[in-house]
Every structure is written in C-alpha cells, then in structure tokens.
C-alpha cells in the first residue's frame, strides 16, 4: 500500500505499520498482489527492517533452531512454542511434525 506524501516520495504501509523511510518511484516495484486497506494499516512507524523481522519464519536475521528429539509435538519446542516452522536449521534430517 503506497501513500503519496508528496510528489517525488511515497510513504509505503503493511499491515504492521507504515514504513519510517519515504521513497522515490523508482526505489519500489508494484506488484499484482492484493494490498491490505487504507484502514487497515495502522498509524504507527516502523523500520524496514522490523517490518522484515515480523515477516520472517525465523523471526529476523540469523537463524533460531531447536534440538528436540520428539518430532516436535509439544510446545516444548522452541519452534513451535514460537510459532516458526521447521526449518532445515532444526534437528538435521530426523522426522518434524512442525512444518
């Protein structure tokens, strides 16, 4: 969602919040897919990079990984009790049931 703020820079929304930094046209690709609401993205600033790291499966740079030996059934998990998904980064190639 990209808000004009003037007429060389636009201020671009997600559903997290509305991007700290301005942006000229040709610094952003528009795409076909769907755009949330002008209602529906919130007033609050954030950094590029946060907005990233909410989108991100492993929750930001690097990586996080489990060392369950279960399957990763519970929420003993650290994956899971995080809500991330398995990633090959976990327990190597034994058997997940959090993908």
């Known amino acids: 969602m990209c808000f ?3 007429n060389d820079m636009y201020e671009i929304g997600t559903k ?3 991007l700290s930094t301005l942006y000229s046209r040709n610094q952003f690709v528009i795409c ?3 755009f949330p609401k002008v209602d529906d993205v919130p007033q609050t600033k ?3 990079r946060e907005t990233a790291r ?3 499966n492993l929750g930001g740079q ?3 990984r ?3 030996v279960l399957k990763c059934k519970t929420r003993k998990c650290k994956c899971k009790a995080a809500e991330r998904l398995f990633t090959s980064k976990c327990h190597g190639s034994s058997a997940c049931d959090n993908k």
Do not use: A, H, P, Q
């Open 4 to 6: 004009t703020v003037n």
């Open 16 to 18: 997290e919040g509305r």
């Open 32 to 34: 076909k897919e769907r």
């Open 46 to 48: 954030i950094s590029l």
């Open 54 to 56: 909410t989108f991100s």
């Open 62 to 64: 690097g990586y996080d």
């Open 66 to 68: 489990c060392t369950c």
